[in-house]
């Protein structure tokens, strides 16, 4: 089933939060003329053809659109960025096999204690694939404040702020159904069955305790905003389940 609206669904992906299942799932099924994400010059050209847009993408791409609703899904910091951390050092399968090759060699040679050191700049350049501090925070915060530091209460505030008003509805990967079915029943969507293991973490995931430390000191203010996140999501489930 398409949908009509005149808004155009603009997916906000943020890695490992159960994006790729939402995508095939709801997203895809219910707008026909949905593009991935492939860049803001690839935009330029496609903006006109798109009902809906995904994709690893702060928030901000609206700028080309005049009517537009932005989701997301959340997802635990914590569990999110173990999750990150072995997903780019596993080999890719599927039609990619070099996909994001710079970032995985980078993951690969570097610890998990130390992987937050070694990509203290990417933020700098935007980098969407790198695991960094307080990812779903930037993510959410945009492209405006995607650099700050990670005690910045200007890049929390402005996270919070679109999470209040500039996003339509936002999924919590640890409430997974009751998310989709929310969903279902704000746009009128229907649900297909969807089972892929090719964005699945495969590799085992053993965090020491200093190493779980490390990610929650350099995710506060995603702990922060998840937390938020969370209050919302429960007036949203009184609301449209």
């Known amino acids: 089933m398409e949908n009509y609206s005149q808004n155009r669904i603009l997916f906000i992906h943020i890695p490992k939060s159960a994006g790729s299942s939402f995508r095939e799932t709801l997203i895809k099924p219910n707008n026909l003329s949905y593009k991935n994400y492939r860049g803001i010059r690839k935009l330029i050209f496609d903006y006109k053809k798109i009902n809906a847009i995904g ?52 993951h690969n040679k570097t610890k998990l204690e130390d992987i937050f050191k070694a990509t203290q700049f990417h933020k700098y350049a935007f980098s969407v694939f790198s695991l960094i501090d307080n990812l779903q925070t930037r993510y959410l915060a945009g492209y405006k404040y995607f650099w700050m530091p990670s005690n910045s209460n200007v890049l929390l505030n402005a996270a919070k702020n679109n999470l209040r008003n500039n996003i339509s509805m936002c999924g919590i990967k640890e409430d997974y159904d009751n998310s989709l079915k929310i969903f279902e029943n704000y746009f009128n969507w229907k649900r297909i069955k969807f089972k892929s293991r090719l964005r699945n973490t495969r590799i085992d995931k053993k965090v020491s305790e200093k190493e779980l430390q490390i990610i929650k000191q350099n995710n506060k203010l995603d702990i922060i905003l998840y937390d938020y996140a969370l209050e919302l999501y429960e007036k949203n489930k009184k609301l449209y389940l």
Not at 79 to 88: D, E, G, L, N, V
């Open 55 to 106: 994709g690893h993408m702060p928030y901000g791409v609206h700028l080309f659109f005049r009517e537009y609703q932005y989701i997301t899904f959340l997802r635990d910091p914590v569990q999110r960025a173990i999750s990150h951390y072995f997903f780019m050092k596993q080999k890719p399968i599927g039609k990619y096999p070099n996909a994001n090759k710079p970032h995985r060699i980078l």
